[in-house]
């Protein structure tokens, strides 16, 4: 992902080098780029988290999930991704 980005910013330069050495520093762009993929990552972990402190104050929510997963799985299986459709 990160090559497609650079090859990116390689046509935005020489395409347009006067928009971009004007107005649009490197430094912002690596800005920018730091922002898309650290949202991304914070914003997962920060789902996970919650859900953890959820499931930690409710036992019956968790005891419930549990269930679900071990009707829907068994005790050997490790989830996969064909199973969502269960």
């Not at 990552?41 to 402190?53: A, F, K, Q, R």
């Amino acid at each position: 992902m990160l090559k497609i980005v650079v090859l990116q910013i390689q046509l935005i330069q020489s395409v347009s080098c006067f928009y971009f050495n004007n107005f649009f520093a490197d430094t912002n762009l690596h800005a920018v780029i730091e922002d898309v993929l650290t949202a991304g990552s914070e914003t997962t972990s920060t789902t996970l988290n919650w859900t953890i402190l959820y499931l930690t104050a409710n036992p019956n929510v968790q005891e419930k999930l549990y269930q679900e997963i071990i009707s829907v799985l068994g005790t050997t299986e490790s989830p996969k991704l064909s199973d969502r459709s269960k």
